[in-house]
């Protein structure tokens, strides 16, 4: 046995990485969790509501953040990522690249740095669709629970004003980055996923048309920490939203794009049909599918929402979406393949239902995985690189921990030489 026995690595802090690293610590191991963004959450913390219980973020990841708060055996590192992984099973040593926050442990978020910051970066919790200061909350559950500064300042006035508005000295700004260096038995990989592009659709209109946007920036557009604090409003003009088209496989299911069903899309769709009726009384959605895939007990889910008359489910392929003239809002066209008919549908915003992309499909770390065609992780775990989450397959939260947990049992027992 090596020195890294009972030890483990986390790569990735959302949903999936936070359940490893937590069932592992809770057995008495030690764990190394570590997250490339200022907070732990991930992809489930950008959520206004999930699955199966439809709760907001708020109501998993706190108790989450509670349990590694609590436990003394997880280190966790946010702005971080691994530069290299050496040696095998049992006895791996890992180097951890952390960046600056500019923000110490004596942070107590009160806020006064924020005060006298004026500018403004893209916000990536929002998919870039508002502005945030340069010196902030990565977002109001945010776990740490502590402010950063933006590299984008770093050395102008500005971030000297934002260290001297600190009355308890949490701004430093001389932090520099820094390298660590573990020995851990396992590496549980749980670096999630990515919204597949839409843009690379071109006949929907995204990044062209602004009403046309993603599932995963509606989610954030409906959520009371959204660009509009949760009013559904349009994002060319600002006008209330009464009609939504939710456009399935956007990308998905195509020989020209991902080529496979993610399965969770359609539940997503559906889902936020009803963040739509729940905010107008008078809303109307439209949801144009290929197939409505909602497995097991989301059956009921499905066809609760499909009674809802304001709600109208069209077997379709859209074909075009271009922008209306007349109304500011969009044109939808396609086939009914039901009635044999053409579609036409004048909406004030389209929402693109967009696949899964693992994190691992672009960038492939050069460690000892198996990827399918998709770029999702195969391998067995027999390496002691374990998989977790949505890296191997598209799955719902429920899923993922259920998988997570299962990594977490591996990890043990390869760190245990088992």
Known sequence: MGDGERKILVV???ISGMTAAIEAAETGAEVVLVEKNPYLGGRVAQLNQYFPKLCPPSCGLEINFRRIKQNANITFHTLAEVQSISGGP??????VAIQPRYVNDNCTACGKCAEV???EVPNGLNYDMDNVKAARLPHAMAFPFKYMIAPEIIGTDEATKCAEACPYGAVDLTMQPTTLTYNVGAVVWATGWDPYNAANVDYLGFGSIPNVITSVMFERLVSPGGPTGGKLLRPSDGKEVKSVAF??????????????????CCLASLKQATYLRERVSD?????????????????????????????????????R?????????????????????????????AVLAVGMVPGTASVKPSLEMEYDDFGFVTASGSSGIIPAGC????????????????????ALQCSMGR
Do not use: W
């Open 283 to 319: 809303g109307n959605a439209f949801i144009y599918y290929i197939d409505v895939r909602a497995m097991g007990k989301y059956e009921d889910f499905y066809l609760k929402v499909k009674q809802d008359e304001n709600i109208v489910l069209t077997k379709s392929k859209i074909a």
């Open 12 to 14: 990735g802090g959302g």
């Open 90 to 95: 049992g006895n791996y040593e890992v180097t």
């Open 247 to 264: 456009v399935q496989c956007a990308g998905s299911r195509d020989e020209n794009h991902l080529k496979y069903c993610s399965g969770v």
């Open 117 to 119: 910051c004026e500018t």
């Open 391 to 410: 890296v191997k397959a598209p799955m719902e939260v429920a899923a993922s921990l259920q998988d997570a947990t299962a990594a977490a049992l591996k």
């Open 321 to 349: 979406i271009t922008p209306d003239p007349e109304t500011g809002g969009v044109i939808v066209e396609g086939e009914d393949i039901g009635r044999g008919a053409m579609v036409k549908q004048k909406v004030d915003l």
